[in-house]
């Protein structure tokens, strides 16, 4: 009878800590669910801003490239000109090169064409990482849900098979949660 009632006693301890445990841990994947969420929107936004920058710049290097070709060619097609005007028109397509070549790329600023196509790269690598996290915080949220309630009715009904399965579910659970975090694998069929 007292080895009856000790485990009983277990099973009701253990059956009333796995709803806090499994609280706190959803709390935790919630955090970090809308963390990754938030993560990912504002590197989108800061990716759509690099890209708008890089288009307009590009579109600025192609104006700067077609008044160099009309330069170049009114030099080829004016054998006549004065030297005043041909060394004017030098002068200026020398300018149009350099500017040519900073808009091409920059990197004392980063606002060249280069360097804004490597940060636009960088940030949305780190957008589609944080949007890979963030369903592994769902299936993990979902889970560790699923998780309390029957914790819950085994509590009520003193369901040992209801407490195995809940923490079945705490665990994998808590590893989806972790997944969320440092994205140690992947699933075919998540994100």
Same mark, same amino acid.
């Given at each position: 009878?007292?080895?009856?009632?000790?485990?009983?006693?277990?099973?009701?301890?253990?059956?009333?800590?796995?709803?806090?445990?499994? !609280?706190?841990?959803?709390?935790?994947?919630?955090?970090?669910?809308?963390? !990754?969420?938030?993560?990912?929107?504002?590197?989108?936004?800061?990716?759509?801003?690099?890209?708008?920058?890089?288009?307009?710049?590009?579109?600025?290097?192609?104006?700067?490239?077609?008044?160099?070709?009309?330069?170049?060619?009114?030099?080829?097609?004016?054998?006549?000109?004065?030297?005043?005007?041909?060394?004017?028109?030098?002068?200026?397509?020398?300018?149009?090169?350099?500017?040519?070549?900073?808009?091409?790329?920059?990197?004392?600023?980063?606002?060249?064409?280069?360097?804004?196509?490597?940060?636009?790269?960088?940030?949305?690598?780190?957008?589609?990482?944080?949007?890979?996290?963030?369903?592994?915080?769902?299936?993990?949220?979902?889970?560790?849900?699923?998780?309390?309630?029957? !914790?819950?009715?085994?509590?009520?009904?003193?369901?040992?098979?209801?407490?195995?399965?809940?923490?079945?579910?705490?665990?994998?659970?808590?590893?989806?949660?972790?997944?969320?975090?440092?994205?140690?694998?992947?699933?075919?069929?998540?994100?």
């Amino acid at each position: 009878m007292s080895a009856t009632l000790h485990a009983t006693a277990a099973t009701s301890s253990a059956s009333g800590s796995s709803p806090s445990i499994s !609280a706190v841990a959803l709390s935790i994947c919630s955090v970090g669910g809308g963390n !990754a969420t938030k993560d990912a929107t504002a590197r989108n936004i800061e990716a759509a801003n690099a890209w708008a920058f890089f288009q307009a710049k590009n579109i600025r290097r192609n104006d700067v490239r077609i008044e160099i070709d009309s330069l170049e060619l009114r030099l080829a097609t004016e054998p006549n000109l004065p030297d005043s005007a041909r060394t004017a028109i030098e002068t200026k397509l020398k300018q149009y090169r350099e500017h040519e070549a900073r808009l091409t790329s920059e990197p004392e600023t980063g606002e060249g064409l280069k360097e804004l196509m490597a940060k636009g790269k960088a940030l949305e690598a780190h957008r589609d990482r944080a949007m890979r996290k963030d369903p592994y915080f769902d299936y993990g949220q979902a889970l560790l849900q699923i998780a309390i309630v029957l !914790a819950s009715v085994s509590i009520i009904t003193g369901g040992s098979a209801q407490l195995l399965l809940s923490s079945l579910l705490a665990a994998g659970g808590l590893i989806a949660m972790l997944n969320g975090f440092v994205l140690l694998y992947t699933l075919p069929f998540v994100g």
